[in-house]
Nanobody, 125 residues
Framework: QVQLVESGGGLVQAGDSLRLSCAASAQSFYMRNIGWFRQPPGKEREFVATITSSGSNTYYSDSVSGRFTISRDNAKATVYLQMNGLKPEDTAVYYC??????????????????WGQGTQVTVSS
């Protein structure tokens, strides 16, 4: 089992930056793709970014491409989401999730096996 704990959320102004962290507990962390998802208020959960187990490939949603950067440090069992140029529409609860072993990277939430509890990001205009 993989336990994930997100941190780094908060209240910021439009144009500011935040870095979210996702700390994992399991030894299998380094074998799993890790994704970030978010759920805006009153909306469904949506894909943000994902990174392969080695960190060599990353994928982003169109809405964050060019502004957000996902990275990982397997020695620290941590994945990061650097968010620059934040917009009010980025306001959401952000979740990290661990993909199923040996799966290809995916933007579908159903392909992720373990989820963190989420961290709130609020961007004011």
């Amino acid at each position: 089992q993989v336990q994930l704990v997100e941190s780094g959320g908060g209240l910021v102004q439009a144009g500011d930056s935040l870095r979210l962290s996702c700390a994992a507990s399991a030894q299998s962390f380094y074998m799993r793709n890790i994704g970030w998802f978010r759920q805006p208020p009153g909306k469904e959960r949506e894909f943000v970014a994902t990174i392969t187990s080695s960190g060599s490939n990353t994928y982003y949603s169109d809405s964050v491409s060019g502004r957000f950067t996902i990275s990982r440090d397997n020695a620290k069992a941590t994945v990061y989401l650097q968010m620059n140029g934040l917009k009010p529409e980025d306001t959401a609860v952000y979740y990290c999730a661990a993909g199923r072993l040996r799966n290809s990277p995916t933007s579908s939430a159903r392909d992720y096996e373990y989820w963190g509890q989420g961290t709130q990001v609020t961007v004011s205009s």
